[in-house]
């Protein structure tokens, strides 16, 4: 059974239809790559498939269960969609510290190992006010993994990241596949996409496996 089922799915804003009659079923343990122009419903699909929006017809099947208002976020699921609102004030740490409160079920040290795993400093007194975009897109990485999260919704996980930072996480996802993790991303770096096994195309409403 696949993780992830798209059945039919059409959506679309203000008679503006962005993916109309889309299928897609994701299985465990590979990784696949959406790639599309700018506005061609690349972040749409990925929040329909999380439950931050609904399908205009269609059904999104989370292992096995429906997508809905009853059944929203899917439990093990890491998230990278726009960058998330951070405590300005705070350091990166205690941003992720807040977080991982919601749960409970990591400690103080897993945040540290994975600020560290990505190239953020744990103890650093820095405030995220000041942090550069791509450190905060390395905290957006952070929240998204932190967890061990099983499955990974990145969209454009690599922006704002120098040249050492994106091979760092591209060697990073890598590892999660071989440990079994499915992760979705887009990108329009062709050399990201590169380690996609399975990649798709988002083309006048369609999907269209490249």
């Given at each position: 059974m696949s993780i992830i089922s798209i059945n039919n799915v059409t959506k679309g804003f203000k008679q503006n239809i962005l993916l109309e009659n889309v299928n897609l079923d994701i299985d465990k343990g590979k990784i696949y790559g959406i790639v599309g122009p700018n506005g061609s419903g690349k972040s749409i699909l990925f929040k329909m498939i999380c439950g931050f929006i609904f399908p205009d017809k269609?059904?999104?099947?989370?292992?096995?269960?429906?997508?809905?208002?009853?059944?929203?976020?899917?439990?093990?699921?890491?998230?990278?969609?726009?960058?998330?609102?951070?405590?300005?004030?705070?350091?990166?740490?205690?941003?992720?510290?807040?977080?991982?409160?919601?749960?409970?079920?990591?400690?103080?040290?897993?945040?540290?190992?994975?600020?560290?795993?990505?190239?953020?400093?744990?103890?650093?007194?820095?405030?995220?006010?000041?942090?550069?975009?791509?450190?905060?897109?390395?905290?957006?990485?952070?929240?998204?993994?932190?967890?061990?999260?099983q499955v990974?919704?990145?969209?454009?996980?690599?922006?704002?990241?120098?040249?050492?930072?994106?091979?760092?996480?591209?060697?990073?996802?890598?590892k999660f596949k071989d440990e079994g993790r499915t992760i979705l991303l887009t990108s329009h770096n062709q050399e990201d996409i590169n380690i996609c096994d399975i990649v798709y195309r988002i083309n006048a409403c369609q999907l269209e496996r490249v």
């Amino acid at each position: 059974m696949s993780i992830i089922s798209i059945n039919n799915v059409t959506k679309g804003f203000k008679q503006n239809i962005l993916l109309e009659n889309v299928n897609l079923d994701i299985d465990k343990g590979k990784i696949y790559g959406i790639v599309g122009p700018n506005g061609s419903g690349k972040s749409i699909l990925f929040k329909m498939i999380c439950g931050f929006i609904f399908p205009d017809k269609g059904n999104i099947f989370i292992n096995g269960a429906e997508t809905g208002k009853k059944n929203r976020f899917p439990e093990n699921f890491g998230v990278i969609i726009e960058r998330p609102g951070y405590i300005a004030n705070k350091t990166g740490f205690q941003n992720l510290k807040e977080l991982s409160l919601i749960r409970g079920v990591i400690n103080d040290k897993q945040i540290a190992e994975t600020m560290e795993l990505v190239g953020l400093d744990p103890n650093s007194n820095q405030k995220v006010k000041d942090f550069s975009l791509g450190m905060k897109q390395k905290l957006a990485i952070c929240q998204a993994i932190m967890e061990e999260q099983q499955v990974l919704i990145l969209d454009e996980p690599f922006n704002a990241l120098d040249i050492d930072s994106v091979k760092k996480i591209r060697d990073l996802l890598l590892k999660f596949k071989d440990e079994g993790r499915t992760i979705l991303l887009t990108s329009h770096n062709q050399e990201d996409i590169n380690i996609c096994d399975i990649v798709y195309r988002i083309n006048a409403c369609q999907l269209e496996r490249v």
